[in-house]
């Protein structure tokens, strides 16, 4: 039951053995791309009505993704208004001229969060494009293998 001791720690194991699984595989991949090996190519789950449901999630996945790198697009183009117009007020002005600088260097401070946020996004997204290619390639392969063979249904 949830909640209850037993399957808190059953549920900690679980999370902790898919932490160690997932440490593992990047460490493989890792040492296979110091070697200079190309990386594998994304497993195919084979025939059936979850691979088409896998090439939905995947396909989904991406245009989230294309999303969110919008989302990026438009914070960098802001960020960089918001550098151009945090300028020093003029002389006969009350404003305080540290105060633009201020502004000025959390905005530049900003941008480069953003830029390296958007180029980790970027990175990921081209990850997820060429798993949904290389999916999609494999699935195809898979039809065309199979199309026009009879299985222990047919009759």
């Known amino acids: 039951m949830p909640g209850s001791p037993e399957w808190n720690a059953k549920r900690a194991e679980a ?12 460490r493989q991949l890792a040492e296979a791309a110091a070697c200079g090996e190309p990386p ?14 896998d ?15 919008e989302r990026y697009e438009w914070q960098e183009k802001t960020l960089r208004v918001a550098i151009q117009h945090a300028v020093p007020p003029a002389p ?10 201020a502004q000025r260097a959390y ?7 953003v830029r390296v ?10 990850e997820l494009r060429a798993a949904l290619t290389q999916m999609r390639q494999t699935e195809e392969a898979n039809q065309r293998k199979f199309r026009g063979k009879g299985g222990p249904g047919d009759a």
């Open 15 to 26: 999370e902790r053995r898919i932490t160690e699984a997932t440490a593992a595989r990047r």
């Open 40 to 53: 594998p190519p994304y497993p195919a789950p084979g025939k059936g009505k979850h691979v088409s449901a």
């Open 55 to 69: 090439l939905n999630h995947l396909d989904a996945m991406v245009k989230m993704g294309d999303r969110i790198l």
């Open 92 to 101: 006969d002005y009350s404003g305080s001229k540290v105060q633009a600088q």
């Open 107 to 113: 905005a530049e401070a900003e941008l480069a969060r």
């Open 117 to 126: 946020e958007m180029a980790r996004a970027r990175q990921v997204q081209d």
